[in-house]
């Protein structure tokens, strides 16, 4: 028996959503480099593209109300209402107490990959990013300043103004973009493996609320190998916000979750 039945949750008019980019207008494109990171914002009511173009590459996402910042990505609730994996059609949610979905996926030229014979699927929200800490733990004490953490505590720092030890404590689970990762059957560890991703792949999704994003483009690359190192091959990614001409018939922005709060007292 699945832990959440999600018949009665409301879902987005997806063929709605899918018929605006027939017209959008390109607005802003930002370069992430390798082996760091950067943010950006993203509208209500616009679309964004994470576009790989020019080497296999994952990035790892961040995403914030961008006028309240202690709402941000939940990977653990948007995995229990999805699955291990986002693809077409799927919502990101929020954190408690707003838990609401942030951001929805319209377009996936991965979407043919599926899941693979080992498991393996691409787009996870089972990883949680790699960090400095963990590769302090692993490597008897080394220090690598280029984690997916550490990129996104200096990219979020630089946007917010905020110091580094705090702007550190807002980076959150990531959503794994274009990384090929699952489970082992053996003994239930977290696997990765090559990318299928290639130059001109992308995945899209429409902003429910203001967004703002952060992405560190891994330092693993493809991810093939290992990361936290500099040893892969590493490659940029790009990110397209869009305009849409118009706004699906009856959309409303995403509404802060209506649980009162009282907690039964």
């Known amino acids: 028996m699945l832990c959440y039945p999600v018949q009665a949750l409301r879902r987005p008019d997806l063929k709605g959503y899918r018929a605006l980019r027939a017209d959008l207008r390109l607005v802003k494109r930002v370069t992430v480099p390798a082996r760091d990171a950067a943010c950006w914002t993203v509208p209500t009511g616009y679309f964004c593209r994470i576009v790989c173009s020019e080497g296999a590459q994952v990035g790892d996402l961040n995403l914030f109300n961008a006028n309240n910042i202690n709402e941000r990505l939940y990977t653990g609730k948007t995995r229990a209402l999805n699955g291990t994996h986002v693809g077409l059609g799927d919502q990101l949610f929020s954190n408690m107490p707003y838990l609401r979905p942030i951001a929805t996926i319209t377009h996936d030229t991965l979407d043919w990959y599926g899941f693979d014979a080992f498991g393996g699927s691409v787009h996870d929200v089972i990883g949680t990013r790699c960090d400095p800490y963990t590769y302090n733990l692993l490597s008897e004490g080394g220090q690598y300043h280029h984690c997916c953490h550490s990129n996104l505590t200096r990219a979020f720092a630089e946007e917010t103004g905020m110091p580094l030890d705090e702007a550190s404590t807002h980076i959150h689970d990531v959503l794994n973009v274009f990384m090929c990762t699952g489970f082992t059957r053996d003994t239930g560890q977290y696997f990765m493996k ?34 936290s190192s500099d040893a892969a091959a590493c490659f940029p990614l790009e990110v397209e916000v869009y305009r849409p001409s118009s706004l699906p018939e009856g959309w409303i922005p995403s509404q802060v979750n209506g649980y009162d709060g009282t907690h039964g007292v």
């Open 194 to 227: 090559a990318s299928p991703v290639r130059p001109g792949d992308y995945l899209e999704f429409f902003a429910e609320i203001d967004l703002l994003a952060c992405m560190s483009a891994c330092p693993g690359g493809d991810c093939s190998t290992e990361h």
